[in-house]
């Protein structure tokens, strides 16, 4: 059972706009900043967005994410078939100083 | 260009020992936090471990806690994960991250893990 809450499946058509909501407490995303990665069948997890709403270079702007409270959500705007992957939100938790993920969305495209 | 390179994973009988290492290139691996994530087959990301640039601040879960020993060495930039007491629920691919907490970017570079099987 992941710390995080997200839920296990998305799906949407090209050029649709999906988001994934990721949930947690007052002692990690209340407090800390979300991570969100991308992982492809069979390979490592890739940083998509860092600190909340910040997109890494090369990542471009269909990617936004956003916090508010203990919850945050990634949006993906314009979707691709190639936005098909699994999605994980991460944070640091203070209470317990330990890096807590979410369950991972799969993310279909239609 | 930033790497990191794990290996050291393969079959192991429950209650049996393995050592992960993570190589390191293309930045200065001294200067940075790293962490041990795992995923099991089918599952989300787990974290397993973290140790500080010094090695003098070291975190694990309940889940790996006296089982799950972090180590480095910043000269030849490398980390370890010495797994001990293995169970069939160890079971994952083991992926070793960077970080450092002063910055705002998380773990943001991720090697391509290896896979350790907990199976008799």
């Known amino acids: 059972q992941s710390v995080l809450t997200q839920p296990p499946s998305a799906s949407g058509t090209p050029g649709q706009r999906v988001t994934i909501s990721c949930s947690g407490s007052s002692s990690n995303i209340g407090i800390k900043t979300v991570n969100w990665y991308r992982q492809f069948p069979g390979t490592a997890p890739k940083l998509l967005i860092y600190?909340?709403?910040q997109r890494p270079s090369g990542v471009p702007d269909r990617f936004s994410g956003s916090k508010s409270g203990t919850s945050a959500s990634l949006a993906i705007s314009g979707l691709q078939s190639e936005d098909e992957a699994d999605y994980h939100c991460?944070?640091?938790?203070?209470?317990?100083?330990?890096?807590?993920f979410g369950g991972g969305t799969k993310l279909t495209v239609l | 260009e930033v790497n990191l390179v794990e290996s050291g994973g393969g079959l192991v009988q429950p209650g049996g020992s393995l050592r992960l290492s993570c190589a390191a290139s293309g930045f200065a691996f001294s200067t940075y936090e790293m962490n041990w994530v795992r995923q099991a087959p089918g599952k989300g990301l787990e974290w397993v471990s973290y140790?500080?640039?010094?090695?003098?601040?070291?975190y694990y879960p309940d889940s790996v806690k006296g089982r799950f020993t972090i180590s480095r060495d910043n000269a030849k930039n490398l980390v370890y994960l010495q797994m001990n007491s293995l169970r069939a629920e160890d079971t994952a691919v083991y992926y070793c991250?960077?970080?450092?907490?002063?910055?705002?970017?998380?773990?943001?570079?991720w090697g391509q893990g290896t896979t350790v099987t907990v199976s008799s």
């Open positions: 600190s909340n709403n």
């Open positions: 140790i500080n640039s010094g090695s003098y601040t070291i």
């Open positions: 991460a944070a640091w938790d203070d209470r317990v100083n330990v890096w807590v």
């Open positions: 991250a960077r970080w450092m907490s002063s910055s705002p970017y998380g773990l943001d570079v």
